[in-house]
């Protein structure tokens, strides 16, 4: 009976106590971003620790415990192997070739779509200069194109019915994607590019529009040769950019390929490029092999973190931030 | 070093109805320091792009150094300009800056260090030279700008507002400065600036625009002391000139039925335009109602109104002031504007007379 009034009135001086809170006005500005309880700070990162411990903590450490294992195939225990599941990937030609492939389709991927997307937004920067609603639209429609991209992509390099086929076959060659191994490569990567290309475009061209028109117009008066103005002005202020880019699109040709490889190879005969975060999921999913696919998800977790602190540590010093 | 000429030069910008600039026929003189002044908007920017090949010529012509320029690139005319907001190249160190043009010209190495050095002493950016722009303050980037300027040893330096991105006391420092620097490059100058202190301070000649065209060229004490129009007569000299409705009735000159002067022109209504240091306080004249007073410390400046019209009167007596005061002025000194036009007419005096009260 006493119960309910008291609740009540908690209700009451808690709502009054958030009103007053909301209503006070921060005491100084030094003191604007501190909080009177320790927890509450807290709270406010609870959700990302939460977020990164359960999707990458949590697997790591079961990845790295798992490497260490012989898993049962149908589930009867596991047995404590050591490193052998690294030897054995370290060893098997196939693990080699496909880490080849990955590193030559993560440079041609890069390289091709971070040059294509600044191409088209150098292009682009000149008849747009000034005129901000083509701008807008541009941008706009740039956005929404990747996923359709890709999709169409994919359904132009379709064995049975895409008209690159077609195309292919009107010059006499039989492409086949799928099955045989450098056409599967080039069809790849010409998707994984034409997707990328949108996402690179939209941000040299926004690096390229962030220049100040003073600074080109001095340029202009300093330098004859657009190619010269391009090379020693405008590329080095992008650099930035493409450093940013750069970083984005490795990870991309890494691990966002994953879609379009699965659907180019999937249930088609064994040998086909592939990546290797593919690779891992091939082995382990389909083929039963935890404790090796875990061990080669180690090894590339090791590969990225490495790769990453070389592109931080000696290309960002060479970037230039005005 | 060169002169500069510019034939009816106009500009219309693309979707603009009306043009930007109309009209512009000037002659500069090699190693003259011109400075386009006028208030915002009126197309000084736009002429100063148009010489620089930023902006193409929609009529008329350009010439620097005799040879026309209208189709030149902006590289290939043989100038270098200095911008508001300094433009550096922001990755380039202080020297790079300075260097770029030239190494696009071919310069030799050594030429370009030699002058580079010599840019950095006389602009004292020697200990600054390996820095980049973003750990300068304003003004040293401003002097990096000039710097960029000088070692291009051009045909003509063009600004557009250099130092109005610097506070006061700077701005008075590097305004001596530039004058200095041009006198003894002897660099054909266009310089632009909203500011008419510093336009008066600058010039050989001042070029005043309104609305895209001019309004006056002349000396910058010609300009103050006999403006063209009611415009520049307005828009040159602090405390602006003082704008009154005045009569010209059987050969005299009236302002509120006070006698003014004994004159020759046609009767009717005129404008009349005073200067405020012209205007004496004293035992004699016509009789002004004090407004407020600006004490400026050297003088005041008392604002007043004769009548209906409002008047600035200058005053270093600093002797104490009544409410209404006594104002009187030298009628040679009267400058006198056409009302409908806004035009100067020339005031004449028919009789030899002594200071007349207003
Ligand atoms: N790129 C442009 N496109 C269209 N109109 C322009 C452009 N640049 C300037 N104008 C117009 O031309 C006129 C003159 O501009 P300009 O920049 O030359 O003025 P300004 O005298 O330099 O003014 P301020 O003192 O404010 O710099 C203005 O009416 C302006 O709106
Ligand atoms: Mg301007």
Redesign the interface.
Known sequence: MTDIPLAATRDRRLAGRLAAWWRAEPASPAKRVQFDRPLTPWLFVLPQIAVVVIFFYWPSVQAVTSSFYIEDPFGFGSTFVGTENYRDALASTEYRNTALFTAFFCAVVTALSLGLGLLLAVKADKVIRGAESYRTLLISVYAIAPPVAGLIGMMIFDMHMGPLTQVAAWFGYDLKVGIDYWDTAVALITISVWKQIPYNFIFFLSGLQSV?A??R?????????EW?RFR??IL??L?PTAFFLLVINITYTMFDTFPIIDVIVKDKPANNPMTLVYKVYLDGFKGNDIGGSSAQSVILMVVVAALTIVQFRFLERRV?Y? | MANLSLKGVGKTYGGAQQAAVTGIDLDIADGEFIVLVGPSGCGKSSLLRMI???ETISTGEVAIGGRVVNRL????RD???V?????????MSVRDNMA??LK?RRTPKAEIAQRVEEAARMLELGPYLDRKP?ALSGGQRQRVAMG?AIVRQPAAFLFDEPLSNLDARLRVTMRMEIRRLQKRLGTTSVYVTHDQLEAMTLADRLVVLNGGRIEQIGAPLEVYRRPASTFVASFIGAPAMSLVDAQIENGQLLLERYLLAHVGNAPGPVTLGLRAEELRIGPAGIPMRVEHVEELGAQRIVHGMIGAQRLSVADGSGAPLSETVLVSVDPARLNLFDTATGRRSELRLTAAQAPLPV
Request: proline content about 9%.
């Open positions: 100040p003073s600074v117009e001095a340029a202009l008066i300093d330098a004859k040769s010269r020693d002005i080095p202020l650099a230039h005005g | 620089a090949g930023l690139d902006p590289a290939e100038i270098a300009m911008f508001q907001n300094y433009a550096l190249y922001p990755h770029y043009g696009n973003r960029r």
